[in-house]
């Protein structure tokens, strides 16, 4: 496991680029994983700067994202497509279906998820997948609990998910209650992972994962340790437990 310690978000931000636009360098029809929330943004922001300035092209890029709210139509500003379409894809050279972010509306989930996972594999499988983490650790929406699921699956949110997400919606009765989310084998699956952990509010997460070598499904974002390919990314702010 590597870890990237930077001052700033700004320069987490620039880090996770550089990793991401090497990646399409390398292998320009790569196979990416992308995650939603406050954590991407400034990584999408690069992206896009650096594609306008024609240093990385997504004509060949497949991307599939890991997880949506269930219920939410995709054309709802806080649905997960409409995220990446408004942050990202729209702004990119991404061919409009090479991207894949998990429908919420779907009325036999258990056909679907199956679908999803097969689709992963029949691109070839992730190359670079990205995560953020929750407060409570969560990785993607595998939220804490006495197991977790292997493939992609319907969850119930936590509510401590959901207060926390709560602050892109109008109350917290608005967020939904559960979640399509890829499961820790589709996640553990990917040959590199990037985990990127910023601020105060997550740096107790960041000192458990570096201090206690634990693996544990309460803290699903522990099963990072277990792969052969992950940087972690952190800011000063993440990492002010570390020196304790
Ligand atoms: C989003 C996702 C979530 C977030 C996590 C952190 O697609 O899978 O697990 O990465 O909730 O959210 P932020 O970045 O808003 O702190």
Known sequence: MKVLFKND??????????????????????????ATGST?????????????????????????NLDEYVGLDPKHEQSYKYFMEDNLF???????DHYNVPSGIESDYDAYCKKYEDKIESAGGIDLLLIGVGENGHIAFNEPDKSLSAVTHVVDLTEDTIQVNSRFFASADEVPKKAVTMGMGSILKAKKIVLIITGDKKAHVLERLMNDKSISTEFPVSFVLTHRDVTIIADAAACKNMHK
Do not use: M, R, W
Not at 20 to 33: G, W
Not at 90 to 96: E, G, L, M, R, V
């Open 9 to 34: 978000y700004n320069e987490v931000s620039k880090a996770a680029a550089e990793i991401f636009i090497k990646q399409i360098h390398d292998k320009p029809d790569s196979v990416l994983c992308l």
């Open 40 to 64: 991407p943004l400034g990584l999408y922001s690069e992206l896009i700067a650096a594609n306008k300035q024609g240093t990385v092209d997504f004509s060949d890029v497949t991307t599939f």
């Open 90 to 96: 729209n702004h990119i050279n991404i061919k409009k």
